[in-house]
Nanobody, 120 residues
Framework: QVQLVESGGGLVQPGGSLRLSCVAS????????MSWYRQAPGEDRESVATILRTGPITKYVDSVKGRFTISRDSAKNTVYLQMNSLQPEDTAVYYCKAMKLSGSRWDEIWGQGIQVTVSS
């Protein structure tokens, strides 16, 4: 069964840290570009961080640069999002996504999402 399962979310105070994990099954994270997205209430879903399939190339939305780090552990078939210096505006449901170009079509696999709440 092809799926992504996120974990590690929860409630944290401003300035705190969390590490999200995304475990893949049924496919290898090394074969896909892996991304973290988030969606706050009433907002569109936005891409937060991406690690490309080829090489350790990463991309971040400006609002998280210097605070968030995406990484991949191929042996554990897992992608992580280390989030430091969290702020209330980081509150959202965070989703993991795998994406690969197959011919002329993009194949996408989404996780179910996990809540991150930053509040005092």
């Amino acid at each position: 069964q092809v799926q992504l399962v996120e974990s590690g979310g929860g409630l944290v105070q401003p300035g705190g840290s969390l590490r999200l994990s995304c475990v893949a099954s049924g496919f290898s994270v090394s074969d896909y570009a892996m991304s973290w997205y988030r969606q706050a209430p009433g907002e569109d879903r936005e891409s937060v961080a991406t690690i490309l399939r080829t090489g350790p190339i990463t991309k971040y939305v400006d609002s998280v640069k210097g605070r968030f780090t995406i990484s991949r552990d191929s042996a554990k078939n897992t992608v992580y999002l280390q989030m430091n210096s969290l702020q209330p505006e980081d509150t959202a449901v965070y989703y993991c996504k795998a994406m690969k170009l197959s011919g002329s079509r993009w194949d996408e696999i989404w996780g179910q999402g996990i809540q991150v709440t930053v509040s005092s």
